[in-house]
């Protein structure tokens, strides 16, 4: 569960408050009703839902999220899976009685063992991680990520750390700025990558 708290707390500190509950959905729907994680990450989904609501200025929905996000946290340690659970609980209520808080200031940024985990921070696993959840909820070719991902951890395993595939996988989950110019150019390199393999099998 580790990569995908991070991954989902890097996308949310990113701002991209709707991407992150995609990180944690699986990961929750797997657990069974009532325990300590299930209602930690459906809490925490519930929370990032709640800002998203409240940056799209629909107050309704985000009074209701921050209402039901911190009846789900109420009974967990203050620091849980090292989060500081007691820092979401606290705000959930403030932005509940006054969700147009949201354009007067940032919302509360999560902390995982301490730190602000940013896309920056991420391994190429979590990157990677982060990267499947940006394809799945933009305008991209999900497989084209998949494939390059895929070529991205073969030349990791055979000792190619600068490999072209790893840089674009990780800059595609950290630069959202860029993040269209990124993919068009791992496509390129994911279509020549195939042609080339596509040659060498056609030798044989």
Same mark, same amino acid.
């Given at each position: 569960?580790?990569? @995908?708290? /991070?991954?989902?707390? &890097?996308?949310?500190?990113? =701002?991209?408050?709707?991407? &992150?509950?995609?990180?944690? *959905?699986?990961?929750?729907?797997?657990?069974?009703? #009532?325990?300590?994680?299930?209602?930690? %990450?459906? =809490?925490?989904?519930?929370?990032?839902?709640?800002?998203?609501?409240?940056?799209?200025?629909?107050?309704? #929905?985000?009074?209701? %999220? &921050?209402?039901?996000?911190?009846?789900?946290?109420?009974?967990?340690?203050?620091?849980?899976? #090292?989060?500081?659970?007691?820092?979401?609980?606290?705000?959930?209520?403030?932005?509940? @009685?006054?969700?147009?808080?949201?354009? /007067?200031?940032?919302?509360?940024?999560?902390?995982?063992? #301490? *730190?602000?985990?940013?896309?920056?921070? +991420?391994?190429?696993?979590?990157? @990677?991680?982060? &990267?499947?959840?940006?394809?799945?909820? =933009?305008?991209?070719?999900?497989?084209?990520?998949?494939?390059?991902?895929?070529?991205?951890?073969?030349? %990791?395993?055979?000792?190619?750390?600068?490999?072209?595939?790893?840089?674009?996988?990780?800059?595609?989950?950290?630069?959202?700025?860029?993040? =269209?110019?990124?993919?068009? /150019? +791992?496509?390129? /390199?994911?279509?020549?990558?195939?042609?080339? *393999?596509?040659?060498?099998?056609?030798?044989?």
């Amino acid at each position: 569960m580790e990569t @995908a708290l /991070r991954v989902g707390i &890097a996308i949310y500190n990113a =701002g991209d408050y709707h991407e &992150a509950h995609d990180a944690w *959905e699986d990961h929750w729907l797997a657990l069974d009703t #009532g325990t300590d994680d299930e209602r930690f %990450l459906h =809490g925490l989904i519930q929370f990032t839902a709640a800002v998203h609501h409240a940056t799209e200025r629909n107050w309704a #929905g985000a009074t209701g %999220l &921050a209402e039901s996000a911190g009846e789900y946290l109420a009974d967990l340690p203050a620091d849980y899976r #090292g989060v500081d659970v007691a820092a979401v609980r606290e705000y959930l209520p403030a932005l509940r @009685a006054d969700p147009e808080r949201i354009e /007067r200031g940032s919302p509360l940024e999560l902390t995982h063992e #301490g *730190e602000v985990v940013l896309p920056d921070d +991420l391994d190429f696993q979590e990157s @990677a991680t982060a &990267a499947t959840v940006y394809a799945e909820d =933009g305008p991209f070719d999900e497989s084209v990520l998949e494939r390059g991902i895929e070529y991205a951890r073969t030349d %990791l395993d055979a000792g190619e750390g600068t490999s072209p595939f790893v840089t674009f996988v990780m800059d595609f989950a950290r630069d959202g700025t860029n993040r =269209g110019i990124v993919y068009q /150019r +791992l496509s390129e /390199r994911v279509e020549r990558r195939q042609r080339r *393999e596509t040659d060498v099998d056609g030798l044989f």
